[in-house]
């Protein structure tokens, strides 16, 4: 079994390998101006006891926000934003994580000159005591 940090690099060494990828600002980088990119940033991870060993259920959340220039319609980012579902789709294995739910897209919104559209997704493993 993984560990979450091994979990969330194999997830981000898994977006780098997606074609087309527009340059991406990790968690806790400096913030790039340029578009179109990618933001990635690891949400939290909910855990529960699953043995008596003390091994958890992991659910992890992983945020991706697509980011392009606003007011050029919505194109680019409904681009990248499939790219990104096709990439992570069912069934996706990673490290000892799986993507369980098809990624989900929220509300896009307008931030200053910039279009956003975040795109969530979701991943279960069991993690070592």
Known sequence: MSD??????GAKDHFEGLGDRPSTV???QAAKSDTPRVEFDH???AQS????AGDSRADFLFQ???VTEAG???GPSDKIVQSVIDHFSIGTRISDATVHLRPTIG???????EWRVPVTIRMKAMLSA
């Open 4 to 9: 979450e940090a091994t979990i969330i690099q």
């Open 26 to 28: 990790w968690a806790n």
């Open 43 to 45: 949400g939290p991870v």
């Open 49 to 52: 006891t699953a043995t008596l």
């Open 64 to 66: 991706i926000s697509v």
């Open 72 to 74: 050029t319609s919505s």
């Open 107 to 113: 509300a896009p919104f307008q931030d200053g000159s």
